[in-house]
């Protein structure tokens, strides 16, 4: 068991630039989990997969925010035209089945 | 919509004073209440699952509670190493989904 593995673990961009986001899962978790944290607020759900399957995205999650997981491994969340208000921590899960979600370090997004 | 509402927001303890952290939930057909823990920057760690009212758990100086309307985090002897945001989530609903959807946190600082 390595761990949930987010990368990188920060990113300061600039207003309307494209960033992305990676994340592996804990190699045997079919479930997998994007979520966002503000200062002072618990995490926000974002999307989910099961394996290569996005099932579900949540109404917070925009038409510039694009999540995959190609061939059910890593996934990868893209933020296009990015925007100050989209500063916060992104968290990535990962479960197997209905068990506990394992969380990696996060990504801390610095829009500028 | 699931509701989730920690109190208090933040608080502070003598070292060797227990006391409790609440959450209050709103769900319609809980699968599961969860505890994390969250050090500054990182990830949350997870603590406890509980399924049905009644349960209790233990982990060192921890111990969660259930009851059908909220749960209690007890600390007791507190030390300086438990500080963080405790978080709490619920897990329901049916489906394929298992997100999870958090409180805001309590902040614990235990001074020496």
């Known amino acids: 068991d390595t761990g949930v593995s987010q990368d990188p673990r920060h990113k300061i961009t600039k207003r309307g630039q494209n960033v992305t986001f990676r994340c592996d899962p804990i190699?045997?978790?079919?479930?997998l989990y994007w979520y966002r944290q503000t200062l002072g607020q618990g995490p926000e759900f974002l999307t989910y997969?099961?394996?290569?399957?996005?099932?579900?995205k949540s109404r917070l999650l925009s038409d510039r925010f694009s999540a995959e997981r190609p061939k059910g491994s890593f996934s990868t969340l893209e933020i296009q035209r990015t925007e100050q208000g989209d500063s916060a921590m992104y968290l990535c899960a990962s479960s197997a089945r209905m068990a506990r979600a394992f969380f990696g370090q996060g990504t801390r997004l610095t829009v500028v | 919509e699931d509701q989730v509402t920690q109190s208090p927001e933040a608080l502070r303890l003598q070292e060797g004073e227990s006391s409790s952290l609440n959450c209050s939930y709103t769900v319609s057909g809980l699968r599961g209440l969860f505890w994390y823990r969250q050090d500054p920057g990182k990830g949350p760690e997870f603590l406890f699952t509980l399924y049905s009212a009644g349960e209790e758990k233990e982990k060192e100086r921890l111990k969660a509670t259930l009851t059908k309307k909220e749960s209690f985090l007890h600390i007791t002897a507190p030390k300086p190493e438990d500080s963080a945001t405790y978080l709490c989530a619920v897990q329901a609903g049916v489906g394929a989904n298992s997100k999870l959807t958090f409180g805001k946190g309590i902040t614990l600082s235990v001074r020496p």
């Open positions: 190699s045997e978790h079919n479930r």
């Open positions: 997969f099961q394996n290569e399957a996005q099932l579900e």
